[in-house]
């Protein structure tokens, strides 16, 4: 099991920037993949972006390709979303996610990640 913690999120206004981190700690971290998640009020939980084990693949919800950048930092265990040109659509709660299975491609189903943060609030004004 891993233990995540997200910080970074607040009030921005439409067209700001925002940088999501999130704390790892417990099992290999650099071992899994990891993924970021968002759930706006009265919305179902939507895949946000992912990120391979390595680093090497990422993958990202076609509404923040080009405006969303996921990385990681090994050294520190820790898990980031830079997050530009932000809209007030992308107002909700973000969660930093860690994959079931070691050495996988990053997925954008929420059942294949069994490890979750308690979520960051963004939100972006108009």
């Known amino acids: 099991q891993v233990q995540l913690v997200e910080s970074g999120g607040g009030l921005v206004q439409a067209g700001g920037s925002l940088r999501l981190s999130c704390a790892a700690s417990g099992r290999t971290f650099s071992s899994y993949p990891m993924g970021w998640f968002r759930q706006a009020p009265g919305k179902e939980r939507e895949f946000v972006s992912g990120?391979?084990?390595?680093?090497?693949?990422?993958l990202y919800a076609d509404s923040v390709k080009g405006r969303f950048t996921i990385s990681r930092d090994i050294a520190k265990n820790t898990l980031y979303l830079q997050m530009n040109s932000l809209k007030p659509e992308d107002t909700a709660v973000y969660y930093c996610?860690?994959?079931?299975?070691?050495?996988?491609?990053?997925?954008?189903?929420?059942?294949?990640?069994?490890?979750w943060g308690q979520g960051t609030q963004v939100t972006v004004s108009s």
């Open positions: 996610a860690a994959a079931k299975r070691a050495w996988a491609s990053p997925g954008n189903d929420g059942n294949e990640y069994d490890d």
């Open positions: 990120i391979s084990w390595s680093g090497t693949r990422t």
